[in-house]
């Protein structure tokens, strides 16, 4: 089991840390994450900032992934506001820390796109989700040429690999088993179609909490989508879903939610008949992924507040 408390950092330690290898005095605030820590630095200036510390286990590679991906996206031309790595007092990408226990951690620091997450803006209405879905698409095309070795991992957060949740139906009730077996039933009998869909890497994390909304309170559109850590090439579809699983969580009319998403990416990203046959499995399976890794990691990490609850699949269940 491993204890959540200490890899967090104390928001003093944070605060030092920034000063002593960006030259930058702010303060600092814990942000929800589930891979790294996070933390807004706000400033006097205009300008705030993210750090995001690495866990102990983090590879060299996936940080160069982290990195590279970003400069890729910022590279081109483009409309939308992308996190930009800002570099320490060495002229350095990266940062290498030691946490209060002795563990040896990296740092980076990001640019921070100001606005509210999408988790805090009420009501959702089809102009919002159409931008959504719109945002969602430029994503993809915005990741269109960009590859590493590391956007073909395995991965338990890619749909597409999203059968090793059958390994652990032991940690539902048997009524939860029912709707996690049916689902998996139905994302099977299409697999064969599915595995020949279009692949490229996609962002593949496109949840309420990575989806920044303008200040605009009467006609809000979403400025941005934030956090590549789980960027993956897997089928194009896949982006849709996810977005989609978000986008109808607590609607009143879960299809209709679905396709004001749809067809704003559509407009960005022209999607073929075939893949669109496979967005409600899609939907589905990424929904028992979130749930499954619930189960797993309330377990592994009970302090983390951040771990996606069981109650979404019920709610996909009723579309």
Known sequence: MMNYKKLVLSVNEVQKIVKKEYGIEGSASKLQGEIDINYKISTKDAQDYILKISRPDTTVEYLDFQIKILK???SKKNNLPIPKIVLNKKKKELSKIEDGYGAKRTARLLTWIPG?????VNPHLNN?????GEKSGMITKLLDGFNHK????KFEWDIAQSLWTKKHLNLFNNDQKKILKYFHKEFESKKDLYNQLRKSIIHNDINDNNIIVSENLINPSVKSIVDFG????????????TACTYAIMNQNDPLDATLSVLSGYHNAYPLKENEIDHLYNTIAMRLVISVTKS??????EPGN???PRTRRL??????
């Open 72 to 74: 890729f996206i910022n």
């Open 116 to 120: 509210r997450l999408w988790s805090t």
């Open 128 to 132: 919002l989700r159409f931008s959504l």
């Open 150 to 153: 590391i956007a073909h991992r």
């Open 230 to 241: 789980d960027a993956i090439n897997t089928q194009i579809i896949n982006e849709v879903g």
């Open 295 to 300: 189960a797993i990691n309330k377990t592994k």
């Open 305 to 307: 507040k951040y771990l």
């Open 314 to 319: 019920y709610r996909a269940r009723t579309w």
